[in-house]
């Protein structure tokens, strides 16, 4: 019964370091997101995937890619981090409602 | 003028009490309305949905929305210590595939 899972839950990055966060859903959903959450912002969708095989552009898409591998699996690359990218991400799944993961804290110095 | 609307409190309450949060949006078009409750620290969690105006009754929360006003409030009945939370409002916009846009929360204490 895991829902979402993301990894890792925390990461410290140098500036110009590149790294891929994970997200694996087992509900069988077929639409997956990511979001950053910053203080006093809210979520901001960064990008999204409908289905296997799509993605698109959320909110706040500079910086980041992302790859819809699989129906399960949705995964955030951040190819040249930036202090700008500190936040805290949530991957979320849904098929009506959505499903959150515990988030990864990602710190860039 | 942000999508969706939420005044960042803090808001407190005594134990007991009503809390009341509010939410304003900007597309009129928006239909699906969504409370999120979000413990420090943790990620957010589902407490209620509303799609019809009027008021949405679910144990000690309701929500009442109003699309003509583009208003959404959630009431907490009978506030507890544990209700401490900050409280997402989000949507979902006309055309926008299902995704979700939140507000930037209200942080709620209830005071024992």
């Known amino acids: 019964n895991a829902g979402v899972t993301q990894t890792p839950k925390f990461q410290v990055l140098k500036t110009g370091q590149s790294m891929t966060l994970q997200c694996a859903q087992d509900?069988?959903?077929?639409?997956m997101y990511w979001y950053r959450q910053d203080p006093g912002m809210g979520l901001r969708l960064i990008y999204y995937?409908?289905?296997?095989?799509?993605?698109d552009k959320g909110e706040v898409p500079n910086g980041y890619n992302v790859s819809r591998l699989n129906k399960r699996e949705f995964s955030l690359r951040l190819e040249s981090a930036a202090p700008s990218q500190t936040s805290v991400y949530f991957c979320?799944?849904?098929?009506?409602?959505?499903?959150f993961g515990s988030g990864t804290r990602l710190t860039v110095v | 003028q942000k999508e969706v609307e939420q005044n960042s409190g803090p808001l407190s309450v005594p134990e007991g009490a009503i809390a009341s949060l509010n939410c304003t949006y900007s597309?009129?078009?928006?239909?699906?309305f969504f409370w999120y409750r979000q413990y420090s620290g943790k990620s957010p969690e589902l407490i209620m949905s509303?799609?019809?105006?009027g008021d949405k009754e679910d144990g000690r929360f309701t929500a009442q929305l109003n699309k003509a006003s583009q208003y959404v409030s959630l009431l907490i009945r009978d506030s507890q210590p544990s209700d401490s939370a900050t409280y997402l409002c989000?949507?979902?916009?006309?055309?926008?595939?299902?995704?979700?846009?939140f507000g930037s929360g209200t942080q709620l204490t209830v005071l024992p």
């Open positions: 509900m069988n959903h077929n639409s």
């Open positions: 995937s409908a289905s296997e095989g799509t993605t």
């Open positions: 597309d009129r078009g928006s239909q699906s």
């Open positions: 989000a949507l979902i916009s006309s055309g926008s595939a299902r995704q979700l846009t």
């Open positions: 509303i799609y019809s105006n």
């Open positions: 979320a799944s849904s098929d009506y409602g959505y499903t």
